[in-house]
């Protein structure tokens, strides 16, 4: 995986998903973390969600591998008086040494052969009764022609049948396929077919 691209998109001035958080974060993080939490945003672009993540009072790490992205999240928590801790990092590749009390991913998205890599990291780096709380486009985005952003590859979305297989039933708090209209700058705008998750790892 290459950052080149991701770099080019976020080199204007502007942020290509807003300012904003990502509306399904901003309402389902109260219910679930408290303030004080340590939490992780895995391809946090240009730091939209992190940055609001620790203006509720989180401690928070953002990961991406775009250097640019990581540069104007910075910016964005410096303008917003907070602090993120910023990990520029390949999550096919990344071998953390720690733990965080949440994972957070909003349209993290992957090819079909990398994405085992990415569940697997995330048991790894959840602590015991932590929380997945994630947003992706499902492939109905693609196949059905809703205009709001997401690969061009409908392979590359994420199905409920898919995180069904790769973690456990009895953690799941929620799991649904939606149809948000998103707000989310130029690159997320209209109407999406997307699938939402809130999982728990367990004590053990």
């Keep these: 995986m290459h950052p080149e691209r991701w770099n080019q998109r976020f080199a204007s001035p502007d942020f290509f998903y807003g300012t904003a958080p990502n509306a399904f974060i901003a309402e389902t993080i109260p219910r679930y973390l408290r303030p004080g939490a340590e939490v992780i945003e895995l391809g946090a672009g240009e730091g939209r969600n992190a940055v609001w993540l620790a203006r509720q009072g989180f401690c928070v790490t953002a990961l991406d591998y775009a250097e640019i992205g990581l540069e104007k999240t910075r910016q964005l928590a410096t303008q917003a008086g907070v602090t993120v801790d910023t990990v520029q990092a390949d999550v096919t590749r990344w071998q953390p040494d720690r733990t965080w009390d949440a994972v957070v991913i909003t349209f993290l998205h992957?090819?079909?052969?990398?994405?085992?890599?990415?569940?697997?990291?995330?048991?790894?780096?959840?602590?015991?009764?932590?929380?997945?709380?994630?947003?992706?486009?499902?492939?109905?985005?693609?196949?059905?022609?809703?205009?709001?952003?997401?690969?061009?590859?409908?392979?590359?979305?994420?199905?409920?049948?898919?995180?069904?297989?790769?973690?456990?039933?009895?953690?799941?708090?929620?799991?649904?396929?939606?149809?948000?209209?998103?707000?989310?700058?130029?690159?997320?705008?209209?109407?999406?077919?997307?699938?939402?998750?809130?999982?728990?790892?367990?004590?053990?």
């Design 110 to 204: 992957l090819p079909p052969e990398a994405r085992p890599i990415l569940y697997a990291l995330v048991h790894r780096i959840l602590r015991p009764k932590g929380y997945l709380i994630a947003e992706w486009f499902r492939p109905e985005q693609r196949i059905e022609g809703y205009p709001s952003g997401g690969p061009p590859d409908p392979t590359w979305m994420v199905t409920a049948d898919e995180l069904r297989q790769h973690f456990a039933p009895e953690g799941f708090h929620l799991l649904e396929n939606a149809t948000p209209v998103l707000h989310e700058g130029p690159g997320h705008q209209g109407p999406a077919a997307t699938v939402r998750l809130v999982w728990q790892q367990r004590m053990d």
